[in-house]
């Protein structure tokens, strides 16, 4: 079973932006589909994007569509994930997963909170 450790939380305000980052080992990530899900307090998890193992592709839920990014790096088994205009309901526990719909293995998860 792989490992990923995601990195690059933290607090922003409302408007900014934050650049996580999913690094892993363990497993042959070129293998891969990889995905972002995010579980807010008190709320189930959240799926935001996936991208398939070559990185030709990536697809995004409706709530962070033109706000998110997500790109990866096959060469150095890393994935990442660009939040840009932040808002408040963002604040959540981001996770980097295997699989396209982030039901694979995941991290320990990074904090990102957004407040004023």
């Known amino acids: 079973e792989g490992q990923l450790v995601e990195s690059g939380g933290g607090v922003v305000q409302p408007g900014g932006s934050l650049n996580l980052t999913c690094t892993t080992s363990?497993?042959?990530?070129?293998?891969?589909?990889m995905s972002w899900v995010r579980q807010a307090p008190g709320k189930g998890m959240e799926w935001l994007t996936g991208?398939?193992?070559?990185?030709?592709?990536?697809y995004y839920a409706n709530s962070v569509k033109g706000r998110f990014t997500t790109s990866r790096d096959n060469a150095k088994n890393t994935v990442y994930l660009h939040l840009n205009s932040l808002k408040s309901e963002d604040t959540a526990l981001y996770y980097c997963?295997?699989?396209?719909?982030?039901?694979?293995?995941r991290g320990q998860g990074t904090q990102v909170t957004v407040s004023s």
């Open positions: 991208i398939n193992s070559r990185g030709s592709s990536a």
């Open positions: 363990g497993f042959t990530f070129t293998k891969f589909a």
């Open positions: 997963a295997t699989g396209f719909r982030g039901t694979g293995v």
